[in-house]
């Protein structure tokens, strides 16, 4: 296995939104965790939103005693989630923007508007053992705030490289590229994530300071027409595929 190798982590939100669709326990989103964990993932995202929307406190705790590769915590910065944060001490947490009338995380957090509050609550996670991911567009001045902020690592939001189409992709790719390739220079630890498909992953992984791609919806939704582990192994390979490219 090459050293180069990207990490993969699964995102099982919505497992937990077609369970509460009918609210009751089916389709058990710590079962997609432990498929995931079989299948090859190297970790579990979920995000514990605000509205409780898809993933619940309770999946939480169990993710934390069922699954034994890491979870990536995803949540807002708020006072609520820093207590769950700091009693469950998640492997890490990526801390991302949060409303509650968007559908999903739309754009990366603003870590330069919001440096003062971030500065004193990044502070608190680490101290509790918590590494620090945070969520930002490619932007290369969020990037070094977050990098002065003490991030252990960021993760790139691929949204808009997803969303556009020819020229203007290529252009959103090369501020992945870009964002990327600062991040290398100062050290800092580079995801990437949002949005990434069959369609989309090869280009990114191709950018050599990724290390790990965290990807949910289409994985969960192509799952229905190809199985979990048929999924995440087609997505493996595309991931691998794209990096043999960049050597
Ligand atoms: N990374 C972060 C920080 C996210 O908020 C999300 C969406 O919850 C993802 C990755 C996964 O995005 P998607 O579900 O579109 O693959």
Do not use: W
Not at 186 to 197: Q, Y
Request: net charge negative; with cysteine.
């Amino acid at each position: 296995m090459s050293e180069n190798r990207i990490r993969l982590g699964v995102n099982i939100d919505h497992v937990a939104t077609v369970r509460n669709a009918r609210g009751g326990f089916h389709p058990d989103p710590i079962r997609a965790a432990l498929l995931a964990e079989k299948a090859g993932a190297d970790g579990i995202t979920a995000h514990l939103r605000e509205d409780r929307r898809h993933i619940k406190d309770t999946d939480i705790e169990r993710l934390m005693a069922e699954i034994k590769i890491p979870l990536n915590f995803e949540m807002a910065a708020t006072d609520e989630m820093l207590a769950i944060a700091t009693r469950l001490k998640p492997a890490s947490s990526c801390i991302v923007p949060e409303k509650r009338e968007e559908l999903t995380t739309e754009g990366g957090l603003d870590v330069i508007g919001y440096y003062n509050h971030l500065e004193g609550y990044i502070a608190k996670l680490k101290d509790a053992g918590v590494s620090i991911s945070l969520f930002i567009d490619p932007d290369v001045n969020q990037i070094k705030a977050s990098n002065e902020l003490g991030a252990d690592k960021i993760e790139l939001h691929t949204g808009s490289y997803v969303d556009a189409q020819g020229n203007a992709r290529m252009d959103e790719l090369e501020r992945l590229r870009v964002g990327a390739r600062y991040s290398g220079e100062i050290n800092l630890e580079v995801h990437a994530g949002h949005g990434l498909n069959y369609e989309t992953v090869e280009a990114v992984a191709a950018i050599p300071e990724f290390t790990e791609f965290n990807i949910g919806h289409f994985l969960i939704g192509e799952a229905i027409f190809g199985g979990l582990e048929n999924t995440i192994a087609e997505m493996r390979a595309l991931m691998d595929q794209g990096r043999e490219n960049c050597a």
